[in-house]
Structure formats: structure tokens, C-alpha cells
């Protein structure tokens, strides 16, 4: 089976007129990706009371960006960013490249896994008639490896084929057009993307698709493409959740952990315990098993405007007037004026040639357990190496 996924999270900047404690150690990606987590889980749950779809997205893409726009940021604004990206924690007195290495380095551990087929990248547009701070650019693109384009945001048209043309670049034509609209007014855009596409270790077999039902809810049933495989599978059992998790692994050291709620309990009533910690002892619990899995296929393409949602989180300063960004401009008034993200899931059978087929022929001396995911569920894809969070969200198939 073969999982690719496309995310890109726009922050679009205008210039408009306008008038901690310290840990007991020195932060590593561990603690990284810990905070990444539950920043994850805290931008989940505001989503989520906004709407009973499906939801879909990337906590690392969201943050990375916001960690790049970090570097600019001066006083209060810096603050909020780094509270409200759950890292404010991290901070070391006097070193303010301290958060931008983190992340630094998370990438080049990610990056190390040759098989592993996820890139990301930063690109910062500028307009023609701005002028950036040199240490900005030095630091964006040392930290992030960004790449740094001059546009003409004055012609609109021109500049969004530039950056849609990037965008389809980045993401393997998955995102066609990310931005309908530029405002002439348009001083700056950051750009974040990820792309990931993985193949199953067991991957399954597509003669054995069929339709099957899936249970929206107890009064509406639909009719999906179920995939099946027996195999052997880590699995583990939150009884205080009730909840059954899955691991799906994929060459290259990440996988998918799917979390099944169990029958008649309402998937909602788990949203508000899903944390870093939970995940954590889900993956430490893991316990091979016999296993036959059924599970939909699915794609999704999910597009958020976080500045609607992020001010929930606390991060507010960015989109206002009294926004401090000195660190990329002298000029006055730059605030942040939109935040856009989208992602983008396909899942199906799909696998690479050399591993086709591996579970064809096994015969159980008993009974194999059944994990049949037919209602509502939870997926997060995680980096195995160093548990982070990469993409995460919740299936009902309305």
C-alpha cells in the first residue's frame, strides 16, 4: 500500500499603514517533538469544535513556519508565537537561535532515512520594493534552508503563477493552485511545504478490495472500498480510552498509528484526551499480534485559514497592527495577514514491486484476531527515529 500526502502552509505578510523558566537540561529534538505534539493535539481540538468532518493536517508544517517567522519577531509577538507553538519552554536566556536549531536538526534526523521519501521546504517571497534585513535572510535560510524569491506582488496575476508554480513543484502537482488571490499590497509570503510519500512494509493485496460498510454514525452507514490483510502487526488496547491502536509500518522508519475507537463509544469523547503523553505510552505498549486488518481507502484534501483558528491558541499580536517584526524590516506596520494551509491524502493498496504480496499464503494454526477500522478513526504518521509527529486527523467519510 502506498500513502502520499502533500501539505503546504501559506503565511502571507502586508505591509499596512499603521500607527520563562529554564529546563534542567539543554533542550534536544526530544523535547522537540514532544511540544510539537501537544501543540499538535491543542490546534486538533480547535479545529474539531469548529465541525464533525474530516480533518487533516500538518502540526509540523504549521510549526516550522512559525518557527521561521520567529526569527523576526521582536518582544511580545515573539512570545506568543513560541507560547502558542507550545515551545516557550525551550528558551534559553540569551540564545535566540536555540529553537530555529532545534528544528534544524529535527529535519537532518528525519532527512538521514534514505528510504523515506518526505521533503520539506521554506521559500520566502519578497516584493521587489521591500527590502529585508540581511541577518533575516542569512538566518531563514541557514536554519531552514529557505529559498528567497523577489516578486512583484503589484502584478497580481504574475505573482501568484510564480508561487502556484512553486507550490505544484513542491507537493508533485498534488496542490495545483494554492493561492486564487493576491492583494496588491502584498509585501511578503512564506511558504511552507511537506511531501510524503510512503509504501507499506505489507503491503495489501488490491484483489482482495471489496466494498464494505463503514458506520458514519448509528443512523448513517456508506459504502467503502475496504482493503484486507493478514499479517503480523503491532497493536495495543487503551482501556481507559476504550480504544483499540494500530500500527501500519512504512519502509523507511515512519508509520501510521490509527486509533479505532471501540463500538458504540462516540469518537468525540476521546478528542479531549489525545496528548503527547497518551501517544507516547500508545507506541511503548505496542505488541505484535496476528492480525486481520481491514481498513478503507481514502483520500482527503482538507484547507484551513488559520488566522481564524491560531488566535485561539494565543497567537493573536501577528495579525495586528501593533505587530513587531523589526528583525524583518525597519519599515513600520508589518503584520502577518493571512495563514493558509492545506493538506492533501491519498491512500490506497499500493505498494513497491519488491515487496508485493509478502503476506499471500500464511495459514493461522487458530483464529487471527480481527481489526476491521469500519467508523469513525484517528490516524497520525509519525517519524519513528525520533516520534515526530508529521501529519495527523480524523476520518468520519461523510
Excluded at 511545504?193 to 503491503?203: C, D, E, K, L, R
Excluded at 505498549?285 to 484547507?303: A, D, G, I, R, Y
Aim: proline residues 4%.
Amino acid at each position: 500500500m502506498e500513502l502520499a500526502v502533500y501539505s503546504l502552509l501559506i503565511c502571507a505578510s502586508l505591509i499596512m499603514p499603521s500607527l520563562q523558566s529554564p529546563e534542567h537540561h539543554a533542550p534536544n529534538v526530544t523535547d522537540l517533538t514532544f511540544k510539537n505534539m501537544d501543540f499538535a493535539m491543542n490546534l486538533y481540538l480547535n479545529i474539531a469544535s469548529r465541525h464533525d468532518e474530516n480533518i487533516f493536517f500538518s502540526p509540523l508544517s504549521v510549526s516550522t513556519s512559525f518557527a521561521a517567522l520567529s526569527l523576526a519577531a521582536r518582544n511580545s509577538t515573539r512570545s506568543e508565537i513560541l507560547s502558542g507553538l507550545n515551545l516557550e519552554t525551550l528558551e534559553q536566556a540569551g540564545q535566540l537561535d536555540l529553537i530555529p536549531q532545534l528544528f534544524q536538526h529535527l529535519q537532518e534526523n528525519i532527512s538521514q532515512a534514505g528510504a523515506l521519501k518526505l521533503e520539506q521546504g521554506t521559500a520566502l517571497f519578497v516584493d521587489l520594493h521591500f527590502q529585508i534585513e540581511k541577518a533575516f535572510g542569512d538566518q531563514i535560510k541557514l536554519f531552514f534552508n529557505a529559498d528567497i524569491e523577489n516578486v512583484d506582488f503589484k502584478k497580481t496575476e504574475k505573482s501568484k503563477e510564480i508561487i502556484n508554480k512553486h507550490v505544484r513543484e513542491k507537493t508533485g502537482g498534488k496542490v495545483k493552485e494554492m493561492v486564487t488571490k493576491i492583494d496588491p499590497f502584498t509585501r511578503m509570503m512564506l511558504i511552507n511545504t511537506i511531501f510524503f510519500q510512503g509504501a507499506w512494509t505489507y503491503p495489501f493485496n488490491p484483489n482482495s478490495t471489496e466494498n464494505g460498510r463503514f458506520y458514519v454514525d448509528k443512523y448513517n452507514i456508506v459504502q467503502v472500498p475496504m482493503m484486507f490483510i493478514l499479517d503480523k502487526f503491532y497493536v495495543a488496547n487503551d482501556d481507559e480510552l476504550r480504544a483499540k491502536v494500530l500500527r501500519l509500518p512504512y519502509l523507511g522508519g515512519a508509520a501510521m498509528l490509527i486509533v479505532l475507537p471501540d463500538l458504540h463509544v462516540d469518537y468525540t469523547t476521546i478528542d479531549d484526551e489525545i496528548n503527547a503523553d497518551r501517544f507516547l505510552s500508545w507506541i511503548k505498549n505496542l505488541k505484535q499480534k496476528k492480525l486481520e486488518v481491514s481498513l478503507p481507502k481514502f483520500t482527503m484534501e482538507q484547507s484551513y485559514a488559520l488566522h481564524t483558528i491560531l488566535p485561539a491558541l494565543g497567537i493573536q499580536n501577528v495579525f495586528k497592527d501593533t505587530a513587531n517584526f523589526k528583525g524583518i524590516s525597519q519599515e513600520p506596520g508589518l503584520k502577518v495577514s493571512q495563514v493558509l494551509h492545506k493538506a492533501v491524502i491519498e491512500v490506497d493498496e499500493k505498494g513497491t514491486t519488491a515487496v508485493a504480496a509478502t503476506s499471500v499464503g500464511i495459514t493461522p494454526y487458530s483464529m487471527p484476531e480481527s481489526f476491521t477500522v469500519n467508523r469513525p478513526f484517528f490516524f497520525f504518521i509519525y517519524h519513528e527515529a525520533t516520534n515526530s509527529l508529521l501529519f495527523m486527523g480524523r476520518v468520519n467519510i461523510r
